[in-house]
């Protein structure tokens, strides 16, 4: 009966721990699929942490957090999308470049705001649906969750039908793959690039919300630690597809509940190296499948109308 | 009746004029063709009808009524349908997804419903595809089909097709000749962009030939001949014939024997070839793009592992020159100087090197004794190549390359995108080679030029020589059909 | 005679510098400080005071060592995130060499700690590099994971193998006195490791615009595919600048050991890597630039704690200033592109 408590308890952290993961991968997905690199979900989700934690600190407020962290998240897209689309930036220096101001300005402003204080935000409880819930094992992990979980589900399947069976993800992919044709049939290039981009932000602004409103309850500095990064491996791990990716993003969190569980599984391995575990098994994902997984054709490339020729 | 009138078009880009006072009608149901050389003004004129460009100056009338075509999405609403040389599909998706692409804004894209009409739609014009498969896979004939369905699904009463036999082989060419004629019976109205005169003589009733941004002529193409439309186009009287002395064949230099390779995706390209050249001896091979071309002249310069068979240069040493096809991708490095550029080839080697450091000097007075040899233009021999001409940027290739004598030259499409001065250098420089006892590979799609240069001829059909002819013995046709599989009568 | 255009690469990266100090003044006022005393308390510190000079001297050797690994890696078209990283394996290598050997004079001790560091920096950077060049591997995103692998490898061996005994928190026991570098501004911290760094920047200066094998890595950075038919191996350049740029990093993490810390702490840079990307970018390529910039971004941090002290303005700001100028720089390089663009 414990060793069945213990897995059912494993599973539940290693979901938690996915959801970030999940938000930033899919917010990567729509940028990355309309052909910007976004190595900026880092900085975004570092974004999305600091202003929902700033915002629900100062209106008790979480879901007034919820709303900031997303519009927050849409700004940092919409500063991506023009360097990258219309200054024409080289998309990987602007990321770098977000990633690095997010960082700086973030730590400053935690400093002078929360000045050390530990004390907990008001989160977001989770939602029981009764009678389902009861389930073993599976009850709690997909009817007992909160509103970000339910959210992510949804957006992964709206997200699916969206890409093959709308006329906007026809358009998306266009784009990625090669805009040149998108150009010529009246399609704004520029358009859907910053659409995607700006989204992107939101998507992984609402993971850095959850680390901070569900999972640990306070901002701290650097506290999106690589997982804007492990993002990416997912999205390439997945193939660029909602499903695939958000499964990987699964695979990761995975790695990482190993470390919460460990003791109780009784082994006595040292904390540093499960920490390292997840960067690992996302080199392995990116090595095992290189060659393989495809990206985006029109992925990293700068596009101009004059390119048509 | 008028279906299109361009009347005194005029368009600038800073001081250049690309498009001057271009005057020009077309009646409804004809196929007109424009002609000219590269930056005669083709594109922009295109660009113009396509809606990419506005003009500075002019008017365009449609079916007597004065338009103005501001972006891609008017020009479609009027009715215009732009056919690109590089195809405007997504290879990813499939036939239906490219022809449906823009069309509309759809929370729920009806895919069944449109294979359906597409379906209907290539029926009617007789274009035969298969909806559901993915453009990728397709061949180019049938990739091109697909873009004139995607215009015709849009209600285009103009196609506009710009050089749409370049990537073609024989057959598919005479099918989509077939396929525009019929669309002309039909009301259509279509304007032919080409540089290829027999085509145009063939298939166009009017042609328009451009120069240096004017409409020099408007011909009714059944008055004219392929000859005087040349003129026209270079604006000087032309010899074609190349003076070429008889070949003076001397020793064994390339011995090539039941060479297979592989290209980067690992499917065989090259299977079985065969062939020997000698010193003093051009030695020419036809064929469309993609039947292994490149892959054999990898081979041969040893930048591409061999699958079976054997090459025996040994007698050459390491002398080979390789002007690769695409000067720019792979030829040069656009940021770098002539200086830097041409010893690409030399710079671990003495002059340029010396006790670990690379001779300024030495690089430098190399790069004028080249361009003075080649004839290489530019205002400053320290600008980056990127800045030079197409022509000039050759040049610079075909100095490194010959430099140091080299017993062995492979040539790949050596005269693409240069204009007629610069194609006559490439010309007389290799001849000269020829004339010193160096023995040529001379790969090009530009029959007539194959013809005209080469001291034997192979045909290259995917990754296999159908045949080596003799070129005073041979026809266009000829070759042609060899190029497209087809077997010698 | 100096042309507008030739004056643009020195212009742009002080406007960018300009405007991310403007926009930092902004942050300080939000701090409840007066910018202008922040600053000047800041950079009269750092740069006018002995022993704040010899500060800003200890910093910017590792900055700069760093920032010539990933301008090395830039060169051949190769963003080399991993600097961080590459530092704490490098400082590992040569704690190994400073613990476990006893009883060599300096001479030989030195040499030999800093080539392990350069070693296990190298090491470091060639596994992204032989992963990219290789199996084709993005190097952005391994570089970046391999940081936080080492951070915690590091982390590891400090509390458990290499703790020195009853200490109360995790570093390593002191390195062997001859493997320390000498300290060349007496009663300041600055370490002969800031004369090795501009030694090494002189040499990579000749090496990247004179010799053929700058050449060769140039070709490969503007077109791998012409160096391909240059018969130059694209693959072997690539892994070259990665453990070369690992290399160089590691040998920041070796000074900061040898010449700073003398022990292994569990935190070896704050963040050194990261600035070096930024310094980098800033210096357009240039190695003049990056010992610049370098001193410029050592000065920033040297002085930080000073002015966080007198007038409470968190010293994180800083990194908000860095990561603007970075911002900044990147936009500047952009427009230039554009303006050339419309030129042609």
Not at chain 2, 443 to 449: A, D, H, K
Request: aromatic content about 8%.
């Amino acid at each position: 009966m414990n060793n069945f408590n213990l897995f059912s308890d494993y599973l539940v952290a290693s979901l938690h721990l996915s959801i970030p993961l999940a938000f930033a991968a899919l917010g990567g997905f729509y940028s990355e699929r309309s052909g910007v690199l976004n190595i900026a979900l880092e900085g975004m989700l570092l974004t999305g942490a600091f202003t929902s934690a700033t915002i629900t600190f100062y209106t008790s407020n979480p879901w007034l957090g919820i709303v900031a962290a997303v519009i927050a998240g849409g700004l940092v897209g919409l500063l991506h999308a023009f360097l990258s689309v219309t200054l024409r930036v080289d998309q990987l220096v602007s990321g770098l470049a977000i990633n690095l101001v997010a960082s700086g300005i973030t730590s400053f402003l935690a400093r002078l705001i929360f000045n050390g204080s530990t004390q907990r935000l008001p989160g977001i409880e989770a939602i029981i649906i009764p009678g389902l819930s009861q389930i073993p094992i599976i009850g709690i992990l997909l009817f007992q969750q909160d509103i970000f979980v339910y959210l992510l589900l949804m957006l992964i399947m709206l997200t699916t039908y969206i890409l093959f069976y709308t006329s906007f993800g026809l358009t998306l992919r266009a784009v990625g793959e090669y805009p040149p044709a998108a150009d010529t049939a009246g399609l704004s290039v520029p358009s859907v690039r910053y659409c995607a981009v700006i989204m992107s932000g939101c998507l992984a602004s609402l993971g850095g919300a959850y680390l901070t409103l569900v999972q640990i309850r306070f901002f701290v500095e650097g506290m999106s630690a690589g997982k804007g990064f492990i993002a990416i491996a997912a999205l390439i791990f997945g193939k660029w597809h909602p499903v695939g990716s958000a499964l990987a993003c699964l695979l990761f969190g995975a790695t990482e509940a190993l470390q919460l569980q460990i003791q109780a599984f009784g082994a006595n391995i040292p904390y540093q190296f499960l920490l390292m575990l997840p960067y690992i098994i996302a080199i392995l994902a990116l090595v095992g499948l290189a060659g393989k997984s495809i990206p985006p054709k029109a992925l990293g490339i700068r596009y101009s109308q004059g390119d048509r020729h | 009746m008028i279906y299109l009138q361009l009347e005194n078009i005029t368009k600038h880009f800073n001081s250049f004029i690309a498009n001057d006072k271009i005057n020009l009608t077309i009646e409804s149901g004809k196929i007109h063709g424009i002609l000219g050389e590269n930056g005669a003004g083709k594109t922009t004129l295109m660009n113009i009808l396509s809606g990419f460009y506005q003009p500075d100056s002019g008017n365009i009338y449609l079916e007597g009524k004065r338009v103005k075509i501001n972006s891609p999405r008017a020009a479609i609403k009027l009715g215009i349908g732009m056919i690109y040389q590089h195809f405007m599909l997504v290879p990813q998706l499939t036939v239906t997804e490219n022809i449906i692409l823009g069309t509309e804004s759809k929370w729920h894209l009806n895919l069944q419903k449109k294979q359906q009409e597409i379906t209907n739609l290539s029926q009617l014009y007789q274009l035969e595809i298969n909806p559901n498969a993915k453009v990728k896979d397709l061949p180019v004939g049938t990739q091109q089909r697909v873009e004139i369905l995607k215009v015709l699904y849009r209600g285009a009463k103009l196609l506009i097709l710009d050089e749409p036999t370049a990537v073609l082989a024989p057959q598919e060419v005479t099918s989509l000749i077939t396929i525009l004629r019929q669309l002309a019976l039909r009301g259509n109205t279509i304007i032919f962009i080409s540089h290829k005169l027999a085509e145009v003589i063939n298939l166009c009733d009017t042609v328009t030939v451009l120069r240096h941004g004017q409409a020099v002529a408007t011909i009714n193409s059944k008055n004219t001949t392929t000859h005087e439309l040349a003129e026209l186009m270079v604006g000087r009287k032309l010899s074609l014939n190349l003076q070429k002395s008889p070949a003076s064949l001397g020793k064994l230099v390339l011995s090539v024997e039941n060479l297979q390779v592989t290209d980067d995706r690992g499917i065989n390209a090259v299977h079985n070839i065969s062939f020997q050249l000698r010193e003093g001896e051009i030695f020419g091979i036809a064929g469309v793009d993609g039947n292994g071309q490149r892959e054999l002249a990898d081979a041969i310069a040893g930048l591409q592992p061999i699958k079976a068979g054997k090459i025996d240069c040994s007698s050459v040493g390491t002398k080979i020159g390789y002007i690769p096809e695409d000067r720019q991708k792979m030829g040069l490095v656009l940021q770098f100087n002539v200086g830097e550029n041409l010893i690409l080839r030399s710079f671990q080697k003495f002059p340029f090197c010396h006790q670990f450091l690379l001779q300024k000097q030495a690089i430098k007075n190399h790069a004028q004794v080249a361009m003075q040899a080649f004839d290489i233009r530019t205002n400053c021999a320290d600008i980056q190549v990127s800045q030079l001409s197409g022509g000039n940027q050759q040049k610079v290739v075909l100095a490194r390359e010959l430099a140091g004598e080299p017993r062995l030259i492979i040539a790949m499409q050596p005269t693409r995108g240069l204009d007629v001065g610069a194609t006559e250098l490439v010309h007389q420089k290799l001849l000269a080679e020829r004339g010193r006892g160096a023995a040529i590979l001379y790969i090009s799609t530009e029959l007539e030029e194959v013809i005209a240069i080469s001291d034997r001829i192979a045909v290259m059909y995917k990754g296999k020589f159908m045949d080596i002819l003799d070129p005073e013995k041979t026809t266009v046709e000829e070759i042609g059909l060899l190029m497209g599989g087809g077997k010698k009568s | 005679m100096i042309t507008p255009n030739k004056l643009l690469p020195i212009i742009s990266p002080l406007i960018a510098i300009t405007l991310s100090l403007l926009v930092g003044a902004i942050l300080i006022l939000l701090a409840g400080a007066n910018p202008i005393v922040a600053y000047t308390t800041l950079f009269q510190e750092s740069l006018s005071t002995y022993f704040g000079l010899g500060n800003t001297l200890t910093k910017m050797t590792p900055l700069l060592f760093t920032s010539l690994g990933v301008l090395v890696s830039l060169r051949a078209g190769q963003f080399n995130i991993g600097g961080e990283g590459q530092i704490y394996l490098g400082a590992l290598g040569s704690s190994l060499i400073g613990l476990y050997i006893q009883g060599i004079p300096a001479l030989i001790h030195i040499p030999l700690a800093l080539l392990m560091g350069f070693i296990f920096g190298a090491f470091w950077g060639l596994i992204p590099g032989y992963l990219k060049a290789i199996k084709g591997v993005n190097e952005v995103i391994t570089t970046l994971l391999l940081n936080y692998i080492a951070i915690n490898l590091i982390s590891y061996l400090v509390q458990n193998p290499l703790k020195a005994p009853a200490a109360p928190s995790p570093y390593s026991p002191l390195i062997a006195k001859t493997a320390q570098l000498p300290i060349i501004l007496p009663g300041s911290l600055a370490h002969g490791g800031i004369i090795l760094a501009l030694i090494t920047a002189g040499i990579l200066w000749v090496v990247l615009v004179r010799s053929p094998l700058g050449y060769q890595i140039n070709v490969v950075g503007f077109n791998p595919i012409a160096a391909r038919y240059a018969k130059i191996s694209v693959e072997r350049t690539i892994m070259l600048v990665m453990g070369l740029g690992g290399g160089l990093a590691g040998l920041a993490g070796a000074c900061e050991v040898m010449g700073l810390k003398y022990r292994l702490f569990e935190q070896v840079s704050p963040g050194y890597g990261f600035d070096a990307i930024a310094i980098a970018f800033l210096s357009r390529g240039n190695v003049l630039g990056i010992v610049l910039t370098s001193l410029f971004f050592a000065a920033l941090r040297s002085g930080a704690n000073v002015m966080q002290r007198s007038t409470s303005v968190p010293s994180t700001v800083v990194y908000a200033i860095q990561g603007l100028t970075v911002l900044f720089i990147a936009i500047a390089l952009a427009l230039e592109y554009r303006g050339k663009e419309i030129k042609n």
